[in-house]
């Protein structure tokens, strides 16, 4: 779950979907273009500490492909792809919303069953475990223990690796300050993950949007060079 | 007589069982036909639906519990929440399991289009989804499937009851 | 109307016990006279003498237990379920039962990282574990421990002589 302002959404897509709805719009590749740049503002807003804002940041970059459509018409089957799978994603998500808000209808009847308790033997007898020694329990137990810190580390990790549009925003208008003009390649060369990649596109998108940097590019997939104005 | 007889053999065993038994395991411990202990099963659904049980079926088998209309009581007696509180993400993650499964993690994270594995692990702890296999994929992936709880939990007699995933339309 | 809706809650209340549950605490969930809820009971004691289902009276605490014209079934199924050696699930289970002692299912669980209620009950059948008492915390939840059988058959004289388990902590 994430927080954006006073509302909650469960991941890009539940945003998503309340940007289309908000705005009445089907389904379709043209409100998904129509709605880009309210997603963009909006994951703006989300609190950066927020682990899932990779998700959401994957979202922006099938929807900057989207818009960019409409300027560069050729586009590479495989992006063809990626935009039908978003339309395609979406439309089953809503349809499991649907369904998730029917099961909180069925819940607030306050309806249920419960499981008989668990009894005792109706037959009294014991039966122990063949050939299980104290031993052979504490390696058992060891193992089930072990398994809880493994889940905890790779929260961890996750954690360490975000690097959020403020600061990156932050980095690249220093970079302006500093040396007037920067290449993109140069910024991202040491980026860990794509997350960094796209989210240093989306915050030089924002810098060319404040009117504070101008962008040229010799031809497609070429070197981007940043100027600050 | 032999049909009487027949019915209390069903419910001594259901009884003792505690978990969901099949008709298979039914019939192979009475001995009798099993369109005869179909049929009896059949008539004490009906009959328990005035009383104070409910059979659950789930997956062919069959489990006694407690009536639904009697839930605030249980809870009451049994000393706990009539419903533990579960998040909208885990009930639109429960919704995907029940209607994809058996389902692998990456196939729900795909639909939601976020990361998943909390979610997951709080309906397993509640009982809710349980692991049913793995995937004939690379890296053999779990797959998840629910349990009889869940049936229990939103208070349905069978999967057949919840609401049907044709219907929507979008 | 009235009657019936006592009577199918005194089902829902003896069934999810599981074990005697005193007029006394049917009468306090319910929150009626108890001369009529004794009235209900023994309407249901004489209801079951022909179905699968039985009321036994001990120690003025009721039990629904199976009927006794059906304990060679019941034998006959349980001892079918129990043939089978204990699920890689079950033995996992005890081991944290025998190390962890007193304990809750809820602790089981978060250790686990599942839902634990068919495992235990499967433990408690086969004498291996059992009910010690309850925790002191909200919803004063069931200890677990193992039985003075289990822990002969481990060689363990008393609970206090298991190894310590406190640097592993949960």
């Not at chain 2, 407690?66 to 706990?80: C, D, G, R």
Request: net charge negative.
């Amino acid at each position: 779950m994430i927080a954006v302002k006073d509302k909650t959404f469960e991941g890009p897509l539940d945003l998503l979907l309340n940007l289309i709805e908000k705005e009445k719009l089907d389904i379709c590749q043209i409100s998904l273009a129509r709605i880009t740049n309210d997603y963009l503002s909006e994951i703006q807003k989300i609190d950066t500490s927020n682990e899932n804002l990779a998700d959401f940041l994957i979202v922006a970059s099938k929807l900057l492909y989207l818009k960019s459509r409409a300027i560069l018409p050729v586009l590479s089957t495989e992006e063809e792809e990626e935009i039908e799978d978003l339309e395609t994603q979406l439309k089953e998500y809503k349809k499991f919303k649907e369904l998730s808000s029917q099961f909180s209808e069925i819940l607030d009847k306050n309806q249920r069953s419960f499981e008989p308790g668990i009894r005792n033997s109706d037959i009294n007898l014991f039966l122990p475990p063949l050939g299980v020694d104290l031993n052979y329990l504490m390696n058992v137990l060891q193992e089930a223990l072990s398994r809880i810190p493994k889940l905890e580390k790779a929260e961890e990790k996750r954690v360490e690796s975000k690097v959020t549009l403020e600061e990156t925003l932050d980095r690249l208008q220093g970079l302006i300050k500093k040396s007037k003009k920067f290449s993109f390649k140069s910024v991202v060369k040491n980026a860990k993950t794509k997350g960094e990649i796209i989210i240093t596109f989306l915050a030089l998108l924002e810098m060319i949007k404040r009117k504070m940097v101008s962008v040229e590019q010799n031809k497609n997939f070429a070197d981007i060079t940043v100027q600050g104005l | 007589m032999k049909q009487k007889n027949l019915k209390s053999q069903i419910e001594s065993l259901l009884l003792v069982a505690g978990k969901p038994i099949s008709l298979k395991e039914i019939t192979n411990t009475i001995g009798e036909n099993v369109v005869e202990i179909q049929k009896e099963l059949n008539g004490l659904i009906e009959e328990y639906r005035d009383r104070g049980f409910r059979i659950i079926k789930k997956d062919e088998k069959y489990l006694l519990a407690s009536a639904q209309e009697n839930a605030e009581l249980v809870a009451k007696f049994l000393n706990e929440e009539l419903r533990y509180e579960l998040s909208a993400s885990a009930l639109e993650t429960l919704a995907i399991v029940v209607y994809k499964q058996p389902i692998t993690r990456a196939e729900i994270e795909s639909i939601r289009g976020t990361d998943c594995s909390r979610v997951l692990r709080v309906l397993m702890i509640r009982g809710l989804i349980e692991e049913v296999g793995r995937k004939e994929a690379p890296g053999r992936p779990i797959l998840y499937g629910t349990t009889v709880k869940m049936l229990t939990y939103l208070g349905v007699e069978k999967e057949e009851d919840l609401p049907k995933m044709e219907e929507l339309a979008v």
